[in-house]
């Protein structure tokens, strides 16, 4: 069996007018994610973890923020496009670990909710899926209140 691990990392401006998403459902806030797609940092950095891992390169080589069709885009078919691509590969998906760093509002309540809604578009057991929120005790862009960040780590095998 050959296993292999990727990283991702993602950021998006945080500003009124906007819809906050999160790991695939609506957070209320007076700010939401500024991005091409609907601004799902979560889902972001899970997918970049994912094609980093298959050999696929980047969120932004396969789904690239010039092209008009993925204006406004729902990241959950992001995501299932990206488990697509890596199983044409042959690869499955083992765990996934991320972590969301955001100052407010707080989001540890919908995480349950994340995962199940994770674990239905990646076909794995949400057991197998962690989502950890945290906030930057009030440092930089994030403390602020001027963006959102995600890590994730994924493993996957073949």
Known sequence: MKFKVGYGYDVHKLEAGYKL??????IPFEKGSVGHSDGD???HAI???LLG????RDIGCQFPDHD???KGIDSKILLEKTLGLIK????SIGNIDATVALEAPKI???VPQMQQILSGILDIPADDISVKATTTEKLGFVGRGEGIAAHAV????K
Request: cysteine-free.
């Open 68 to 70: 008009p069709a993925l």
């Open 108 to 110: 540890n309540y919908a």
């Open 21 to 26: 998403m999160v790991g695939g459902i609506e």
């Open 47 to 49: 997918m970049d973890a």
């Open 53 to 56: 891992a298959a050999g696929l």
């Open 41 to 43: 940092v979560l889902i």
């Open 88 to 91: 044409e590969k042959g690869f």
């Open 154 to 157: 994924v493993l996957i095998y």
